[in-house]
């Protein structure tokens, strides 16, 4: 641990559950590094620098907590652009959704997904899992060279 | 058309055969009478023969009858000494008798032959008909099997529809739920001094009843893939298997005191993870409801080993249920306890009649209220030899 903070871009259409991570997250003072796009295509447009995103500087995020059913372009179709690109393949991806589906699953691993959570309905769990999740990925973990730090 | 094919009737109907016989005994008779003009002896008798043969041939009985009685006065008037008149000179009779035999054996000969065909055509007819129903069958059972085979997609789409249901109850009626948990407890944080311990209460049900229908939910999902995985079977030890899961089961229990009793079981033939499955509803049963007996009886054992098929038995001596109640032991959600009582969802039991159902076996439930219950599964055994070589060690 070096004591910095990497950035977490969460990838989710419904705002409750952006609310309640990011509640989640604020226990732990994570929520202020933390961008949420609303869509796949978001997504996309946050890591490729496009759109609304023209101005960011072009460090990648420590980790990305994706959905998997999205609006646009769903979760496993930007799983699998980003691992096709060059530039973004090394971003550690967590699926994080309500998918207990084996066949999500194993769709996400061979897409080479770095950790698949299915959000619990239970609050507490919900909030640990995130946390955790959150902690490990944006402190403990050393993300890939060209990861945006603070 | 070859006349002698079985196809070709020449001559049919019966004027024209008599008319046939009548037209081939007046050409015999004129080329006879033109031979005779120009001297040539003996040919009469010979060509009235072929005229009874060909009418025979060609016309049937009847005709040919009447050609040789044709033939015969034709014969007798024109040929036979005294000639043009029908007397009959001694020297020429037996000669003309041996005429009339030639003739009706040529006849009866063409009549046999011709009962020999209608046969025949009649052994075609039969045959043809056989062909033609042979056909009509198999249409159709081609007709069954189109239709099979559109059953067989129009199940696999409502195989996919269902998949693609579970998927979504998987996906989107999990996240509203988590929702209500969530933002009900963040609610009992916020307020949690400024509410009275009624509304504390309302909060915590709400909270409970989301939980409960998330459990409900994802038991449900697992029930109904159960039915959509495949069954990958292999021989399974199920002395092995009750062993293994009593074991990790048994590690649950601690600070009860329960006996357990294992007893020879065979090796079967099935899915090892569902078997298990199995086993762990039944033993998980028989723990949960023996809990308030200090010391609790769980036994595994086999009950007939005899036929093809190995009968599995997992009793207890816990609350037991009344057997007038027994049906509904295996439904979905079904419960026979209060959930005060026994927590659960009523699922279990139902996974076990899924997966037994799905090797072909068949479950049932004995017991008695507070005299502890005995759950029965059948399952296919594993052939004999098969058996040697698993107990090997």
Redesign the interface.
Known sequence: MNGKLGRILIVEDDPRDVELTLTALEDYKLANEVVVARDGKEALDYLYCRAQFQTRSSDNPAVMLLDLKLPKVDGLEVLKQIRSDEHLKMIPVVVLTSSHEEKDMMRSYQLGVNAYVVKPVDFHDFVNAVKELGVFWAIINEPPPGSMKK | MAPWSLKSRPVSGRILGYGFSVACVAIALGLALVFQRYNFRDVELPLFDLAIALTAWYAGIGPSVLAVALSTVCANYFFVEPVYSFAISGRELPYFFLFIAWAVIVASFAAVRRRIEADLRQARDHLQLEVEQRKQREEEVRKLNRELAKRAVQLEVSNKELESF??SV???L??P???A??????LQKQCASLVDEKAQRFIKTI?EA??RM??LI?DL?AFS?IGRAETKKTEVNLEQLAKEVVGEMGQETKGREIAWKIGALPVCYGDRSMLRLVMVNLVSNAMKFTRMRTRAEIEIGCADGSGDEVEVFVRDNGAGFDMEYANQLFGVFQRLHRAEEFEGTGIGLATVQRIIHRHGGKVRGEGAVDQGATFYFSVPKARETKVKAASAP
């Open positions: 579970a998927y998987s996906h989107d999990r996240a739920l988590r929702h948990v969530g933002y009900s407890e963040l909270v989301a939980k998330g459990n994802d999902l893939r």
